[in-house]
């Protein structure tokens, strides 16, 4: 670890010279960490400082080997780990069952996804969007900061949000930047068991303990009717147009007419158990109940399509869309299911905890909200879960969650609070088509009313919110000449583009230069370098210091030597002030300048000598000024 100096040394010192010990010591550590560990054990016998130096680098490269080794077993781990875009949506195909009342020419395919359910039946893919739905940026505000363990809750989105509870009373609240209280309403006999807030009616449902389902007015805070047919607690309700189902427990299922305000005679559901939970839409009922069953009807003529016994506990939530039927029960187990009564096949189970109070089926996301106090964010078509979103609440449980386009609202024991999302620009990637969606729709792969369908999904959305506009059956998917020729045109300009871009790419590495580690060698060049610059030999800095002697002390003038002995006394006691000025740290110059002022010298000599003799007094002058004053006669 040396390297031989020059051969040909003036000063004398050894050919040999220790560079590690000349340089820093981050420098050093680097050098002697391109070693195998027997040389740094070779290089403590060195000197103290090697032995110092050798020890500390062999630390280093433990601890190094330490760190690599837990971010392996980490990354490992982490393996299975995906970040989630939250601005990632994309149009996919979703396998689901061939309605009995379509086509036969309908082609029929057959995919991996739900392989396990559709296994018997037959079954095509529709165009659903999926979306990174609740996996962005929030914030969290306080709406209600009141403890109320028998509170339910109703908010649609908007700026009302609607309460009831075990004081028998219901209570309306214009949600703000600040809540407040807008009216309270009076006239249950018990407590409050169920609200629905119908801000598109202008009317508050409400029903509870006193079996009796009560419908407010907005405007005017009145009572505007009474249903009576319940004989027990009613637990839950639900509206689609003019039409109200609600739940009790006397372990029946009602259906009523918001325009006669009367009960659908001919209609009659009913449970071994009371009911927790029902849905409606047009033509179909859904109710579950303690037992665990989940049923659904047909409110055309009143008859039992399918019983759903997969659950061992009660199930207390469910949400349907056109396609899929999402179920939960306390035990934290929330399944999927088809609509479609010839598959009978559990789709997807999204396992949690803990009960689950509440769900929601959004852009081919389940969201699930648990007394856990997470809000667990699914990839309907896989089960992975992509986001879970921790409830800041002190105390107390979750009552219920209230899922809308851009907020969640969260009902809790202790409080009330609004999760508020950002809103996001989705950045739409088609893998099904080559990223030529748009192009599809307008050239005939899918048909105007489906087309229509896809820009909205009604499909991924609450039932309250679908089109009316899309028809019952499924629309054909038809793929033309012309479509498929502007498929190949729109991959051909893909590949072109990917092509340049690798290609700009090449040639900004060119311009840049190759990246290499420094080698041995490049190390060695450099330490000579900052060697010779900090370090010089023994004869320059002979030389350098000389020369600086020289500068100060200056050659003797002529004009020193014919002084006489009065004059060299006043001198001692009036010296001459030193010289200021700087002179080159060369000889060359320094005897050049020294001839110059000798010969001004004598030429300044001749002149005293031809002067008359009297005795003058000078004041001290710089010694390169060429002229001099006489001063007062000395006494």
Same mark, same amino acid.
């Given at each position: ?40 054990? /070779? ?35 982490? &393996?299975?780990?995906?970040?989630? &875009? ?45 979306? @990174? ?11 209600? @900061? ?70 407010? @007015? ?38 009523? $007419? ?50 759903? =016994? ?84 002190? &105390? ?17 024991? &202790? ?15 088609? $893998? ?17 009313? !489906? ?69 041995? =060698? ?12 900090? /370090? ?23 004009? =020193? ?48 000598? !031809? ?25």
């Amino acid at each position: 670890m040396v390297v031989p100096g020059s051969s040909k040394s003036m000063s004398g010192v050894s050919q040999y010279r220790d560079f590690i010990g000349c340089l820093p010591v981050d420098l050093s550590k680097r050098i002697l960490g391109l070693l195998e560990e027997h040389t740094l054990t /070779c290089c403590k016998r060195v000197s103290q400082y090697w032995k110092h130096l050798a020890e500390e680098t062999m630390q280093e490269i433990k601890f190094r080997r330490i760190f690599q080794d837990e971010i392996k077993i980490m990354m490992e781990g982490c &393996s299975s780990i995906h970040i989630v &875009s939250p601005t990632y949506a994309n149009i996919v195909d979703v396998t689901v069952p061939v309605q009995m009342d379509e086509e036969e020419e309908e082609s029929v395919q057959k995919v991996k996804q739900f392989e396990a359910a559709y296994a018997k039946i037959k079954t095509k893919t529709v165009l659903m969007e999926e979306r @990174n739905v609740y996996c962005g940026a929030y914030f969290s505000k306080m709406l209600l @900061n009141e403890k109320d363990p028998y509170r339910v809750v109703d908010y649609k989105g908007g700026r009302l949000m609607a309460t009831g509870s075990k004081d028998r009373l219901v209570h309306l609240f214009y949600v703000a930047s600040e809540t407040k209280a807008m009216t309270v309403m009076r006239g249950h006999a018990g407590s409050v068991r169920a609200v629905l807030l119908c801000e598109d009616r202008g009317l508050i449902i409400t029903a509870g303990c006193d079996a009796t389902i009560r419908c407010w @007015n907005l405007k005017t805070d009145s009572c505007a009717m009474v249903l009576y047919g319940h004989t027990r607690t009613i637990n839950c309700l639900d509206v689609h147009g003019d039409r109200l189902v609600s739940g009790a427990n006397d372990y029946t299922v009602k259906v009523w $007419s918001l325009q006669t305000w009367r009960q659908l005679k001919d209609i009659h559901f009913k449970h071994h158990s009371s009911v927790l939970c029902v849905k409606m839409d047009k033509t179909t009922v859904y109710s579950s109940c303690v037992q665990g069953l989940v049923k659904i009807w047909n409110m055309e003529n009143g008859s039992l399509l399918r019983v759903i =016994d997969a659950h061992k506990n009660s199930v207390k939530c469910l949400f349907f869309d056109q396609w899929h039927l999402l179920s939960g029960d306390s035990s934290g187990k929330v399944k999927a299911w088809s609509v479609s009564c010839g598959a009978k096949e559990c789709l997807m189970t999204f396992n949690h905890p803990k009960e689950v109070k509440s769900l929601a089926l959004i852009y081919l996301r389940v969201i699930t909200g648990c007394v856990d106090g997470k809000i667990r964010i699914f990839n309907f078509l896989t089960g992975d879960c992509l986001r879970d979103i921790v409830v800041d609440f002190v &105390s107390g449980t979750i009552r219920s969650f209230h899922f809308h386009d851009h907020s969640i609202l969260v009902n809790t024991t &202790s409080s009330v609070q609004l999760y508020q999302f950002a809103k996001v620009f989705w950045d739409h990637i088609d $893998s099904t088509q080559g990223g030529c969606g748009d192009a599809l729709a307008q050239d005939g792969l899918v048909s105007e009313t !489906s087309a229509h369908c896809l820009t909205k999904f009604p499909h991924t959305l609450s039932p309250t919110q679908k089109i009316q506009n899309c028809n019952k059956k499924p629309e054909k998917i038809s793929i033309t000449k012309k479509s498929q020729t502007k498929e190949k045109m729109c991959r051909k300009t893909a590949q072109e583009l990917l092509m340049q871009s690798e290609k700009a790419a090449s040639e900004r590495i060119k311009k840049r230069g190759p990246h290499h580690p420094l080698t041995r =060698d490049s190390i060695l060049l450099r330490v000579g370098t900052i060697q010779r610059v900090k /370090c010089m030999d023994e004869v320059s800095i002979n030389m350098e210091h000389n020369a600086s002697l020289r500068d100060s002390w200056g050659p003797p003038t002529p004009l =020193d030597l014919l002084r006489s002995d009065a004059e060299k006394q006043i001198l001692q006691l009036y010296p001459l002030q030193p010289t200021h000025k700087r002179r080159p740290k060369t000889c060359i110059p320094v005897l050049k300048q020294a001839a110059g002022q000798n010969m001004k010298s004598t030429s300044q000599a001749k002149e005293v000598s !031809s002067a008359p003799d009297t005795t003058q007094r000078y004041h001290p002058m710089h010694p390169s000024d060429n002229t001099h004053t006489p001063n007062k006669t000395m006494s």
